[in-house]
Nanobody, 123 residues
Framework: QVQLDESGGGLVQAGGSLRLSCAAAGRTVSVYGMGWFRQAPGKEREFVASISPSGGRTAVGDSAKGRFIISRDNTKTMYLQMNSLKPEDTAVYYC?????????????????WGRGTQVTVSS
């Protein structure tokens, strides 16, 4: 089993920045690709960004392009740098880990999920 723990969420004004972190524990040797998803109230879970095991390949969702940067420094830690935040970025942000896929926008490709961290952007 792999446990994922997100941190770094909070309240920020529009135009501000936040950096989310995701720490993996447990059987981390099985972790391959990792990703960030978000879910706003009343909306479906949305892909934000994904990163390969080496960090050399990434994918970013349309809503995050040009503003969010995903990175990882090893199999255990991943980050999401969020810049130029907008009120529509308000959501619970989830960290996810895949044991089969390198980079994927599909939530079903991820076997492990964190409990989420709340990001609220005020206008």
């Amino acid at each position: 089993q792999v446990q994922l723990d997100e941190s770094g969420g909070g309240l920020v004004q529009a135009g501000g920045s936040l950096r989310l972190s995701c720490a993996a524990a447990g059987r981390t040797v099985s972790v391959y690709g990792m990703g960030w998803f978000r879910q706003a109230p009343g909306k479906e879970r949305e892909f934000v960004a994904s990163i390969s095991p080496s960090g050399g390949r990434t994918a970013v969702g349309d809503s995050a392009k040009g503003r969010f940067i995903i990175s990882r420094d090893n199999t255990k830690t991943m980050y999401l740098q969020m810049n130029s935040l907008k009120p529509e970025d308000t959501a619970v942000y989830y960290c996810a880990a895949s044991i089969h896929y390198s980079v994927s926008p599909n939530a079903g490709d991820y076997a492990y999920w964190g409990r989420g961290t709340q990001v609220t952007v005020s206008s």
